[in-house]
């Protein structure tokens, strides 16, 4: 589902991308995904997983942590209400080594830099829950900036509009 919603996005084509993310929402919240950490999860309660069984979680955390992102990403480039609201989920951030990355099929530092900016973008949302604009709004919208800056310089990203 992440490459088709990337794929409709590439085309320009930001609706069809939208129903694709709510129809993965819906169906992830559907089969649990969004509560794979909550106390009461079953599997929860297991004394000793098996690297398999964490492998598991992982991928299912992995999985529900790419859709907040491009949540998220709709919520600032398209003005879309949330599909995942706050509160409405539990779910760790999986670990993430490169033997994992492997077995996934996925880039960790890819990963790691969406998750950081992700995390910032939700503190940008927070501040506007109340439909109201805070009164420190500009020095706290700074401070995120700062955030995004600072994960840029952290991990060497290049903003390739800044290179044309």
Same mark, same amino acid.
């Given at each position: 589902? *992440?490459?088709?919603?990337?794929?409709?996005? @590439?085309? @320009?084509?930001?609706?069809?991308? $939208?129903?694709?993310? @709510? $129809? !993965?929402? *819906?169906?992830?919240?559907?089969?649990?995904?969004?509560?794979?950490?909550? /106390? +009461? =999860?079953?599997?929860?309660?297991? #004394?000793?997983? &098996? /690297? #398999?069984?964490?492998?598991?979680? +992982?991928? &299912?955390?992995?999985?529900?942590?790419?859709?907040?992102? $491009?949540?998220?990403?709709?919520?600032?480039?398209?003005? &879309?209400?949330?599909?995942?609201? /706050?509160? &409405?989920?539990?779910?760790?951030?999986?670990?993430?080594?490169?033997?994992?990355? =492997?077995?996934?099929?996925?880039? /960790?530092?890819?990963?790691?830099?969406?998750?950081?900016?992700?995390?910032?973008?939700?503190?940008?949302?927070?501040?506007?829950? =109340? +439909?109201?604009?805070?009164?420190?709004?500009?020095? *706290?919208?700074?401070?995120?900036?700062?955030?995004?800056? @600072?994960? !840029? !310089?952290?991990?060497?990203?290049?903003?390739?509009?800044?290179?044309?």
């Amino acid at each position: 589902m *992440r490459l088709q919603i990337w794929v409709a996005l @590439s085309f @320009s084509e930001p609706d069809l991308a $939208y129903k694709m993310l @709510s $129809y !993965a929402c *819906r169906t992830g919240t559907a089969l649990g995904l969004f509560q794979v950490d909550h /106390p +009461d =999860n079953v599997q929860n309660q297991v #004394e000793e997983e &098996t /690297p #398999e069984a964490a492998l598991d979680r +992982d991928r &299912t955390r992995m999985a529900f942590w790419f859709l907040l992102h $491009y949540d998220c990403i709709f919520r600032l480039r398209y003005g &879309t209400p949330p599909l995942i609201q /706050p509160g &409405t989920w539990a779910v760790k951030i999986p670990s993430v080594v490169d033997d994992m990355g =492997n077995k996934m099929g996925f880039d /960790p530092l890819h990963f790691i830099i969406t998750t950081k900016i992700t995390l910032v973008i939700m503190k940008f949302f927070e501040m506007f829950e =109340n +439909d109201d604009i805070p009164p420190d709004v500009a020095p *706290r919208v700074c401070t995120l900036v700062d955030e995004i800056s @600072s994960i !840029a !310089a952290t991990w060497r990203l290049v903003c390739f509009s800044a290179l044309e």
